[in-house]
């Protein structure tokens, strides 16, 4: 597709349940990068993908947060036993070539995850 | 502390008026620079991107400088419009790795 697109655009859970975000990069992109942003609109870096491959994921709080991004289909963001504090917009952003090379890095439009 | 500072917090303009928002980072070294857009309730946007060694960057209306010797950037916005009203964020590549630190952002109002 010719944007990233997130799915579902907002989630509600209770605490301690299990919450799935799914993104779908730009067709031809190779890289994939999920951001937490809270309020104050920091946004903090969970994981990136090259492919299918972890790149980085010195982000992810591991202990209830993974990560996929399997060979034709969406790539996912699965929280188990949600906290209040996961509470955030989770943004999904696509790039075709490493940042680093100055290569623009599309976000998608973002899931609100409130956990009540 | 964050490594991508961002001044002022929030702004209000006048539509037709000119502002310039600032980021000072500590990041270091880095591979490029990007100010982004960011709507209410949208993702954000590309505005422009900068490597270390390039000193000026112009989208329209919006006009990125970055002085590596002092370690700030700025963005200008000329003749602000309505929908310029948004976040405005700093971002930087670090040179190692394949991630982007964000700053804070700047919340922009423009006013008829």
Redesign the interface.
């Known amino acids: 597709g010719e944007e990233v697109a997130q799915t579902p655009k907002h989630l509600v859970r209770g605490e301690g349940q299990k919450a799935k975000l799914y993104c779908a990069p730009i067709k031809g992109h190779s890289y994939v990068f999920w951001y937490q942003q809270v309020l104050k609109n920091e946004f903090k870096f969970l994981i990136s993908f090259q492919n299918e491959n972890v790149f980085d994921e010195t982000g992810m709080p591991k202990e209830r947060f993974s990560a996929k991004c399997l060979p034709n289909s969406p790539c996912s963001l699965e929280i188990q036993a949600t906290k209040l504090e996961d509470s955030a917009v989770y943004f999904c952003a696509s790039s075709q070539l490493q940042t680093g090379r100055g290569t623009e890095a599309f976000f998608g439009q973002g899931t609100r995850l409130t956990v009540v | 502390k964050?490594q991508v500072e961002q001044s002022p917090q929030s702004l209000i303009i006048l539509e037709g008026k000119n502002c310039t928002l600032q980021c000072n980072y500590t990041v270091s070294p880095f591979?490029?620079l990007r100010w982004y857009k960011?709507d209410t309730?949208?993702?954000?946007?590309?505005l422009t991107?900068m490597?270390f060694s390039e000193n000026t960057k112009s989208n329209g209306r919006y006009t990125a400088t970055l002085d590596a010797d002092t370690k700030q950037s700025s963005l200008h916005i000329t003749a602000s419009q309505l929908s310029d009203s948004a976040?405005y964020?700093c971002v930087l590549?670090?040179?190692a790795?394949?991630?982007?630190?964000?700053g804070?952002?700047t919340?922009v109002l423009v006013k008829p």
């Open positions: 964050n591979s490029n960011q309730g949208r993702g954000p946007v590309s991107i490597t976040s964020i590549h670090k040179a790795g394949n991630k982007l630190t964000f804070g952002g919340r």
